[in-house]
């Protein structure tokens, strides 16, 4: 029924208005937490695809290249080649319906709509590894293992490796990622916006780093280290240019800097009178064979790999700043993880996913909080008369912490045994101990250490003055007085 050329148009172009009906409900629907607002985008960009592929095959069938739509309009309008019969059409196509309702006796009407509608509450397939979270970090140990064991790099952190990461080779990786967190934005139109500014920056010399300086004419800045051949007869006189200027010219020209003056001066000197293409390949770098004296053809190939690798540093920063964000929060996590043992690990975790399942679960039941009070442990609101009694309206802050606020005292108190605390702490250089329950300004923990240091210092052991001596007067004297009343009695026993 529906292989008529007309009726797949019919359905295209039904297919497309519900998918937008569909796209426009689900956005009205606010998601509970990120992996409802991960579910959500990808549902829309599923449909999106779907409204494009459509989209296309109606373009094509618009287009009629094989005239097999003109055709067909021709038929519904009973033209033959033999001339129009419009009755004729009219009773074979209604033959054509009976014949396939006799075949199909129990044929019934499909409600797409319940299809469609099923698509809403579709969880789509998302890869995150459990380091990802659902896209809220960033997952680098692949690659930052892959950083460690390269042979002129020096084993870092993996905090300090998330300040340097943005390197080409990780532009798949970052694209990959922000498609998969933000699948509704359009990739394509910001790398051409990028490429637009760039093109525009680099013809005016304005990107910061990539200024083109001496290449007017085509020639590179290199045409100044080339030493005139025309003032030098021989080899001899050559050689008094110097060994240093020597090696800049050879560099300069693509050959082999190498050897002592004499070897030099021979090897530059060829150049006079031998032209580039005749000279033998062993006096030449390696992969330079092409170079010309005057630098032109390799100026050019300098000033596009320039370009390129400054048009993918540009796309680089784009995508860092697209995923700002993430990346933050990628740092946090790590330090974060730092202060945490595996146990208190797990069972984070295991409080957000608990956290999360109560979200979606709840997530319809619209709870009634004018006073704002905090949940409690089945996701309402506690009793007013609880929340006084803890003093949960009493916001403490810790500048340790970097002024973060904790409300209500118990709160407070269990801040100093946890990782924020901690890692503060340890910035500052100061021990965690019971010694500095309390404190949360830095000046008064810096000072509360400086007297715990003299006061360790104070009592601390010294044999000058704590080690005793016994005369034979049976006198017990320290160290000092002991030496010094053995020197008196001995220069009396001189005397």
Request: hydrophobic letters at 35%; glycine letters at 4%; aromatic letters at 10%.
């Amino acid at each position: 029924m529906s292989s008529t050329l007309l009726e797949v148009t019919r359905a295209s172009h039904e297919e497309v208005e519900r998918l937008e009906r569909l796209i426009v409900k689900d956005l009205q629907n606010e998601p509970a937490n990120n992996k409802d607002r991960l579910f959500q985008s990808h549902r829309v960009r599923n449909m999106i695809d779907n409204i494009i592929s459509t989209t296309e095959k109606l373009v094509e069938i618009y287009e009629d290249k094989d005239n097999a739509r003109r055709d067909e309009i021709a038929a519904l309008g009973g033209q033959t080649a033999m001339g129009t019969n419009v009755f004729s059409a009219f009773y074979d196509r209604l033959k054509e319906i009976r014949e396939y309702h006799r075949r199909h006796p129990a044929a019934r009407a499909v409600d797409v709509n319940e299809d469609y509608e099923a698509m809403l509450k579709e969880e789509p397939v998302i890869e995150f590894t459990s380091e990802e979270a659902f896209g809220k970090y960033l997952d680098m140990h692949e690659l930052y293992n892959q950083y460690n064991n390269l042979k002129f790099e020096k084993p870092i952190e993996y905090s300090t490796y998330l300040d340097i990461f943005s390197q080409p080779h990780i532009v798949p990786m970052q694209i990959e990622v922000y498609k998969r967190t933000e699948p509704l934005q359009d990739l394509d139109r910001i790398f051409l916006k990028v490429t637009t500014e760039f093109e525009e920056q680099w013809e005016n010399d304005a990107i910061q780093g990539w200024e083109r300086t001496s290449q007017e004419n085509g020639h590179s800045s290199a045409d100044h280290t080339v030493i005139d051949l025309d003032f030098y007869s021989i080899v001899d006189e050559l050689k008094e240019v110097g060994p240093e200027k020597l090696k800049e010219a050879l560099s300069a020209l693509g050959l082999k800097s190498g050897g002592t003056v004499q070897q030099r001066a021979e090897r530059l000197f060829l150049t006079k009178d031998t032209p580039f293409e005749k000279l033998d390949k062993k006096h030449f770098v390696k992969g330079s064979r092409g170079l010309v004296p005057n630098g032109g053809a390799a100026t050019s190939k300098e000033v596009d790999n320039s370009k390129e690798i400054a048009l993918m540093k540009a796309k680089i920063n784009k995508l860092c700043d697209l995923l700002d964000e993430i990346i933050a929060h990628t740092k946090e996590n790590v330090v974060k993880k730092q202060a945490l043992t595996y146990d208190e690990m797990e069972a984070e975790r295991e409080e957000e996913e608990t956290q999360a399942d109560s979200e979606s679960d709840d997530d319809e039941q619209q709870i009634y909080n004018p006073l704002k009070l905090p949940m409690g442990w089945d996701g309402k609101p506690i009793p007013y008369w609880l929340y006084k009694l803890h003093g949960l309206g009493q916001e403490l802050k810790c500048e340790i912490c970097g002024n973060y606020s904790y409300w209500g005292r118990r709160a407070f108190e269990w801040h100093f045994k946890e990782w924020r605390h901690q890692h503060g702490m340890r910035c500052l250089g100061i021990p965690n101990t019971k010694n500095f329950n309390e404190i949360t300004s830095i000046k008064e923990a810096q000072e509360l250490w400086k007297r715990i240091q003299e006061w360790q210092g104070v009592n601390k052991w010294r044999p000058d003055l704590e080690e005793e001596y016994e005369d034979k007067e049976e006198k017990l004297l320290n160290f000092e007085c002991f030496t010094t009343h053995c020197f008196i009695r001995c220069h009396k026993f001189v005397f």
